[in-house]
């Protein structure tokens, strides 16, 4: 969670303003997002263990799914 955070500060420097405007659709965002992004990785991770290749921790679910919600916590509280 500690790299998506640094990873969602850095971001501000590029984008300060935030892509969405609705804040319902913000919180949503909090939560969706990650959880998208957790699936997505946990595909990636095992689309590479059947290919015989290593993997990494942000393969599985929940180090991906951390990651992704550090970043977008960060951007919830910080982007304008």
């Known amino acids: 969670m500690a790299f998506g955070a640094i990873l969602g ?8 303003e935030s892509f969405i405007e609705s804040e ?7 939560f969706v997002t990650p959880t998208i992004i957790g699936f997505i990785m946990l595909g990636i ?5 059947k290919k015989g290749k290593a993997t990494v921790r942000l393969e599985k679910f ?16 910080f982007a304008s």
């Open 62 to 77: 929940a180090y991906a799914f951390l990651f992704a919600f550090g970043l977008a916590l960060v951007r919830y509280f």
């Open 45 to 49: 991770g095992k689309a590479r263990i």
């Open 24 to 30: 319902a659709l913000k919180v949503v965002n909090l």
């Open 9 to 16: 500060g850095l971001s501000l420097v590029i984008f300060p």
